[in-house]
T-cell receptor
Framework: NAGVTQTPKFRILKIGQSMTLQCTQDMNHNYMYWYRQDPGMGLKLIYY???????DKGEVPNGYNVSRSTTEDFPLRLELAAPSQTSVYFCASSHSYEQYFGPGTRLTVT | QQPVQSPQAVILREGEDAVINCSSS?????VHWYRQKHGEAPVFLMILLKGGEQKGHEKISASFNEKKQQSSLYLTASQLSYSGTYFCGTEGSAGGTSYGKLTFGQGTILTVHP
């Protein structure tokens, strides 16, 4: 099993550009999550999903959108990127309580 | 509200013990502990549930005081591999589980020297 995979690993965006961060898991987990981690800080939940077709907002959803059309994939869309969205983004999945994290995407908006 | 962790950082020599605390202002259903090494993803250590149940992978112990909304992680006979940042994640108690919708603390940096 590959676990949770994320692409790209690194990305630099200009202000106002848009992009999609990809997340795929091969463990058949129903629950999936998107977090952001700013330097020296904890993780903040952006969006989460309890199954295909069901998503809900987390703590910091503004400026982001998600979709969940399959169990495996949970992409995160950034519209009109802003410098405040510079962060490391982690995707995670879970069967019950243990969350398995992907390696992260380091995003810089300039 | 974000849980508060203390201390912010701790430095140990191999074999020494440490305690990391996590305190919340709201009633909790569960407390989760994760460790993150520099440049890597967080890794699950343990969950403590309301009612006393605990589940975890490693030989690390923890406690959960439901009345005080506090949890402590006990690292005994520390090893070099214990170095990293420890995060607690809390899940509110309203209606039971919130499907892992965690609020994480700011982290405690643990450094273990030989």
């Amino acid at each position: 099993n590959a676990g949770v995979t994320q692409t790209p690993k690194f990305r630099i965006l200009k202000i106002g550009q848009s992009m999609t961060l990809q997340c795929t898991q091969d463990m058949n987990h129903n629950y999936m999550y998107w977090y952001r981690q700013d330097p020296g800080m904890g993780l903040k939940l952006i969006y989460y999903s309890v199954g295909a077709g069901i998503t809900d907002k987390g703590e910091v959803p503004n400026g982001y959108n998600v979709s969940r059309s399959t169990t495996e994939d949970f992409p995160l869309r950034l519209e009109l990127a802003a410098p405040s969205q510079t962060s490391v983004y982690f995707c995670a999945s879970s069967h019950s309580y243990e969350q398995y994290f992907g390696p992260g995407t380091r995003l810089t908006v300039t | 509200q974000q849980p508060v962790q203390s201390p912010q950082a701790v430095i140990l020599r191999e074999g020494e013990d440490a305690v990391i605390n996590c305190s919340s202002s709201k009633a909790l259903y569960s407390v989760h502990w994760y460790r993150q090494k520099h440049g890597e993803a967080p890794v699950f250590l343990m969950i403590l549930l309301k009612g006393g149940e605990q589940k975890g992978h490693e030989k690390i112990s923890a406690s959960f005081n439901e009345k005080k909304q506090q949890s402590s992680l006990y690292l005994t006979a520390s090893q070099l591999s214990y170095s990293g940042t420890y995060f607690c994640g809390t899940e509110g108690s309203a209606g039971g589980t919130s499907y892992g919708k965690l609020t994480f603390g700011q982290g405690t940096i643990l450094t273990v020297h030989p």
